[in-house]
T-cell receptor, first 113, second 112 residues
Framework: GDSVTQMEGPVTLSEEAFLTINCTYT??????LFWYVQYPGEGLQLLLK?????DKGSNKGFEATYRKETTSFHLEKGSVQVSDSAVYFC????????????FGKGTKLSVKP | GAGVSQSPRYKVAKRGQDVALRCDPI?????LFWYQQALGQGPEFLTY????????KSGLPSDRFFAERPEGSVSTLKIQRTQQEDSAVYLC??????????FGQGTRLTVV
């Protein structure tokens, strides 16, 4: 079945450090891919998305490129801020007509000043 | 409204009690999803509606779980005879299409 694997957290970085959170997936065909972020005490928010191979999604300084050949969608940011501290979820859209999202366990990021 | 609204935000139920969780999606959104998120885990799919039709309920963990969306807008997730393992955050999401989804704040259910 469809699944997603994210790098284990927690990840602790200093402010202005470079961030990479790895994500690989198994899915039928070529699904749309999403990153969601959950800030402390808040609901899930769509961070970025890519709908086809080689697409790059970007938002708030975060980027992720849809790599069909490696079935990956790694999240990167060049310089993290304390306000980026949150849990990040990679989520491919599952198969079938409705396309429910398939979530991994999430990666908790803590950024220290 | 501006976003997906869920109520109540918090619910404490005694074991064996029935509960009903409400989701008010973004106006005009055809698709509606329910997810269950256990502590420290990612959300897991429960069920999907397209307008008033429940097209997929494969994620519902038992027949104690029931969801409806009778007029294609507001949805209710009902859990009968709650058990401790039902304790989780229940998330509702709506979408105008099958590409992206907007999530509510969730309802945190604690069964004691």
């Amino acid at each position: 079945g469809d699944s997603v694997t994210q790098m284990e957290g927690p990840v602790t970085l200093s402010e202005e450090a470079f961030l990479t959170i790895n994500c690989t997936y198994t899915a039928t065909g070529y699904p749309s891919l999403f990153w969601y972020v959950q800030y402390p005490g808040e609901g899930l928010q769509l961070l970025l998305k890519a709908t086809k191979a080689d697409d790059k999604g970007s938002n708030k300084g975060f980027e992720a490129t849809y790599r069909k050949e490696t079935t990956s969608f790694h999240l990167e940011k060049g310089s993290v801020q304390v306000s980026d501290s949150a849990v990040y979820f990679c989520a491919p859209r599952g198969g079938g007509s409705q396309g429910n999202l398939i979530f991994g366990k999430g990666t908790k990021l803590s950024v220290k000043p | 409204g501006a976003g997906v609204s869920q109520s109540p935000r918090y619910k404490v139920a005694k074991r064996g009690q029935d509960v009903a969780l409400r989701c008010d999606p973004i106006s005009g959104h055809v698709s509606l999803f329910w997810y269950q998120q256990a502590l420290g885990q990612g959300p897991e799919f429960l069920t999907y509606f397209q307008n008033e039709a429940q097209l997929d309920k494969s994620g519902l963990p038992s027949d104690r779980f029931f969801a409806e969306r009778p007029e294609g807008s507001v949805s209710t997730l009902k859990i009968q005879r709650t058990q401790q393992e039902d304790s989780a955050v229940y998330l509702c999401a709506s979408s105008p299409d099958t590409i992206g989804a907007f999530f509510g704040q969730g309802t945190r259910l604690t069964v004691v």
